[in-house]
């Protein structure tokens, strides 16, 4: 099922502040100390006699005089995962609700620009060249309202190294703020290839930081038409070396498509000989979205039909003795001989499984698929028999 993040389904029973945008974190104690309520929302199950003072402002699931309370909006059943330390943004004037951070997911990930200086024909978050700066802005300010044992943090875009000096800062501010954290930015690893912007991403001393850079194939004119930039594939190898040289740790990413998907054994070759070095190597099916949903004709290859390919890529990659993982695919369509690369990479909110997946005995360890995916599917989707389950799962 697919989390609903973002609604229209702020009920307002009082005025607003103001009709500006607000963040903040969810409460759902009437008890929470005073120093704290200026940023906090209080969510409400159950109906009070009256409200109490200092939140920034409330949720109810049941109507309640809001007295002189500002802020106060009823969301029904919306919502109904919310929970202490989620965090959010409240945009009064559109009555509207968006989840930007959940306290007890794994798969919390920041939207930090939606510019990009690729135009990736699958790009699942097709860019917008449009001046959004105020996304690094909240970001900055949400930071010390998240969890501080906050497992794993994705920054995304776009490209995230649009920002400028502003990335080494905000990478600085995590470290600082949630050491505990680890932090994955994703980036087309561009930038980089300014030496100095490298050093002063390295010098932010994030001691759990990774780059996850995508690279398609061997050859400049296979990843330069893929990101449809010309000259891309030579700036990100040189911001690829310059992270390295810098002691930023990368990950190299493939997306698999009709387009790509030949080029796995050079592409594997390739980083075999010359990236050896590099941190992981991930091998990523599609996600429908965006321009891959756009381009879908042209893109979808059924993946049982690149298993030879990928077979042969992994075990060139793990013969130079690279850490591998195969992320976005359903362990029935996988070659059992690469079972053991399959991670379950598909964020929470966005993943869904298939009525297929009811009775397969190996359903906990299979990924299931993006929630975007339902109209296209592989023929080798089938319930995994117990009598199979071992064999497949100790591949
Ligand atoms: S049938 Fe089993 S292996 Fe196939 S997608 Fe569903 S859970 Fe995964």
């Not at 989620?86 to 990930?109: G, K, M, Q």
């Not at 860019?127 to 909240?138: C, H, S, T, Y």
């Not at 930039?229 to 498509?257: M, S």
Request: proline content about 6%.
């Amino acid at each position: 099922m697919l989390l609903q993040l973002h609604g229209r389904d702020l009920r307002p029973l009082t005025r607003a502040r103001s009709g500006v945008p607000f963040i903040a974190q969810i409460c759902t104690s009437v008890e929470s100390a005073e120093s704290r309520r200026g940023k906090q929302l209080l969510l409400l199950e159950r109906a009070v006699d009256r409200l109490p003072s200092g939140f920034r402002g409330y949720l109810l699931r049941h109507a309640v005089d809001p007295g002189e309370h500002s802020d106060v909006y009823l969301i029904d059943q919306a919502f109904p995962y919310l929970d202490d330390g989620d965090i959010v943004r409240v945009e009064p004037e559109r009555c509207a609700l968006a989840v930007l951070y959940r306290a007890r997911s794994a798969y919390n990930s920041m939207l930090v620009t939606e510019r990009c200086d690729n135009y990736c024909i699958m790009c699942s978050q097709p860019p917008k060249q449009r001046a959004d700066g105020w996304l690094v802005d909240e970001l900055f300010e949400m930071i010390p309202l998240m969890a501080p044992d906050t497992p794993e943090l994705g920054i995304t875009g776009g490209e995230p190294a649009l920002l400028g000096g502003q990335l080494p800062a905000l990478v600085r501010c995590l470290a600082t703020t949630l050491p505990q954290t680890a932090v994955h930015v994703l980036s087309n690893g561009r930038a980089f290839a300014d030496e100095a912007f490298a050093r002063a991403l390295a010098a932010a001393q994030h001691p759990d930081l990774m780059l996850g850079i995508p690279l398609y194939g061997a050859l400049p004119e296979h990843h330069d038409y893929i990101v449809q930039r010309r000259g891309a594939f030579d700036e990100t190898i040189r911001g690829i070396l310059n992270l390295k040289r810098h002691g930023v740790r990368v990950e190299l990413r493939f997306v698999i498509h009709a387009e790509t998907h030949a080029w796995l054994p050079p592409f594997a070759r390739f980083v075999a000989r010359n990236l050896v070095f590099v941190d992981h190597v991930a091998l990523m099916g599609l996600e429908l979205m965006g321009f891959a949903r756009s381009n879908l004709d042209a893109l979808w290859i059924d993946p049982i039909d690149y298993q030879h390919e990928l077979v042969e890529a992994a075990s060139i990659l793990e013969r130079a003795r690279m850490f591998v993982s195969i992320y976005n695919h359903q362990l029935c369509v996988l070659d059992p001989r690469v079972h053991h690369l399959a991670r379950r990479a598909i964020s929470d909110w966005k993943n869904r499984y298939f009525e297929e997946c009811d009775n397969c005995s190996v359903r906990t360890a299979c990924g299931g698929f993006f929630a975007s995916n339902s109209h296209r599917r592989s023929r080798g989707i089938a319930a995994v028999p117990d009598t199979q389950a071992s064999k497949l799962q100790g591949a």
